[in-house]
């Protein structure tokens, strides 16, 4: 038959990503070149592999039973590279990955540097949201994984957490909360300048969530709508607030205390989404594998 890998690549990112466009881009090819491999998998095979009109494509029924033949060889072969060093650094490819920015900003860079020695012609691309956002490229198959805090009830996406992540105060060292081991919620309503997530936003349902019906919330002064508006406002002494752990920059020792929350505890749980019905390439298996490894060795 005339067809080669390549034409097999673009078959399973287009029957993957629903679109030849969104297909072209993580291949690096363009959307013209990317239909002409189809069609040339298409004219070896005899059969149509898509249905395409002028609002969407879908796979035919020889298309559905193909996509998994044509995964599983794309498998066998990756793997067999990826397990041969000289090879292994020659692969290309597009690793996608959707993040919330306060993981980013901890113990994804030590993933990213670790996968680009080993495989440098393998592009990663980070799509560093918010928790819903994160949801939806995954669900959509815009990432090929997901790293957030939220889990899902969605039947077609997988939740598997791998860290806990508890809710601390921040504040600067010279603030009056500054010296204690704890605090409650109870002795930070005491003080005017709390600074606080806006409605809405993940990280305040599951704070919200928490305080139900145990202990009114501070009042606050000032409302931001992202975590790292948040830390940088505490930094700059506008006042304190309740994020994340892993929100703190690394090199908080300089200017900010991080003191653990009691009466109630509230904490996160990051974990990966996945769909379920769109196993991982190889390429994508090993990074993930490597960003579990860097957030275990990070706790």
Known sequence: MNFDLSD??????????????????????SPSALSRRVEKLEGALG??????????MELTVAGR???EKARNVLAELESSLFGMEDLARRLTGLVTIACVPSAVSFF????IEQYHRSYPGI????????????FLAVARGEADFGLTYIGTQEPDIEFTPIRKDPFVLACLRNHPLASQASVTWSEIAQYDDYIVLAQGSGNRTL?????????????WFCEVQHVPALV?????????GVVPQLALPRDRHRSLVSIPLTHPKVARTLGVIRRKDRPLSVAAQHFLDLLISSAASSA
């Open 65 to 67: 039973s193909f996509v």
């Open 123 to 134: 592009r990663v691309r980070l799509i560093d949201e918010t928790s819903s956002v994160v």
């Open 47 to 56: 059969v149509r592999l898509f249905e395409r009109t002028t609002r969407k």
């Open 8 to 29: 097999l690549r673009a078959f399973v990112a287009s029957a993957d990503l629903g679109s030849f466009r969104a297909a072209a881009d993580s291949l690096n090819i």
């Open 207 to 219: 704070i919200d969530n928490a305080l139900a019906n145990t202990v009114r919330p501070p009042q």
């Open 108 to 111: 994804v860079p030590t993933a």
């Open 232 to 240: 940088s406002l505490i930094q700059a002494g506008v006042g304190i």
